[in-house]
């Protein structure tokens, strides 16, 4: 195990091939600052380059996992105070576009599957934070807020393209027109949730999935990761040839000869993650 890093409002730790990126400004509900963005994207980039790596677990520390961009700091703060007529053009989605959309950009591609371990409230980008993650448990008392509305905003950080595509658009709309929070449980029962523990039960129910994956086979679940994230975006054809192509990568892998190997041996696969 390594130890936690210098920074305080991000700790990140390795163990057992997997990395846990943990926001920590319980102070303040996890609120990201723009620093705490970059810090993200930065871990997640190591994660994917990095073949110890074999798996991420994305949490939060105290009672709420992020309650959105903290328009207090950084650019954002800039242009939330800036006036209409005092914006020169381009400001708003150029922030929009390096800050939020970078973040669930970096969860998405990231070679490696990412757990989001949602503690408590994920409000506005950080429930498209915890929603852009490839599985996510979360605690009984969590809750998911498409915040923006309440805010007279639109929502950003991918949440129209994230919230349709999981729940279909009429209750998408609903979600991200009323703006009510929706408890971890209703959020298991339409499906942006896999799994919902005790809050003290948290910590270990996303070690032992990050674990399971970190001995699976890396590169086929780095693969499947693709084809699954590009299948709403494409034709058929288009998806069938990922699927082939991908195939064709994979059977390249030493786990993809192993996992073979093993079936035919008749005993356990050991992955490598090569």
Request: proline share 5%; with cysteine.
């Amino acid at each position: 195990m390594t130890p936690d890093t210098p920074s305080d409002e991000i700790r990140h730790r390795s163990e057992n091939n997997v990395s846990w990126i943990t926001l920590n400004r319980p102070e303040a509900m996890n609120a990201l600052t723009w620093d705490q963005r970059e810090r993200i994207i930065a871990l997640l980039a190591d994660a994917s380059a990095d073949p110890a790596t074999r798996a991420v677990v994305l949490t939060a520390t105290g009672k709420g996992f992020c309650a959105g961009a903290d328009l207090r700091s950084g650019p954002a703060a800039t242009t939330a105070t800036t006036t209409a007529t005092d914006r020169v053009a381009g400001d708003v989605s150029r922030l929009i576009r390096l800050g939020a959309q970078r973040l669930i950009t970096a969860v998405l591609d990231c070679e490696k599957p990412v757990i989001a371990a949602v503690n408590g409230t994920a409000a506005g980008i950080g429930a498209h934070l915890a929603l852009a993650c490839d599985l996510v448990i979360a605690a009984e008392p969590a809750r998911f807020i498409e915040v923006f509305v309440r805010r007279g905003l639109v929502p950003d950080g991918a949440g129209a393209y994230l919230l349709p595509r999981l729940l279909g658009p009429r209750k998408a709309k609903e979600l991200m027109f009323f703006g009510d929070a929706v408890p971890a449980a209703e959020a298991a029962r339409l499906g942006l949730v896999n799994k919902v523990v005790p809050a003290d039960e948290l910590e270990a129910a996303a070690r032992e999935w990050a674990e399971r994956l970190a001995q699976g086979p890396t590169r086929a679940l780095a693969l499947t990761k693709q084809l699954v994230n590009a299948s709403l975006d494409g034709d058929r054809a288009t998806a069938l040839a990922a699927e082939a192509t991908a195939q064709e990568l994979n059977m390249t892998t030493a786990d993809a000869n192993e996992g073979v190997a093993s079936f035919v041996e008749r005993r356990p696969p050991k992955y490598l993650g090569r």
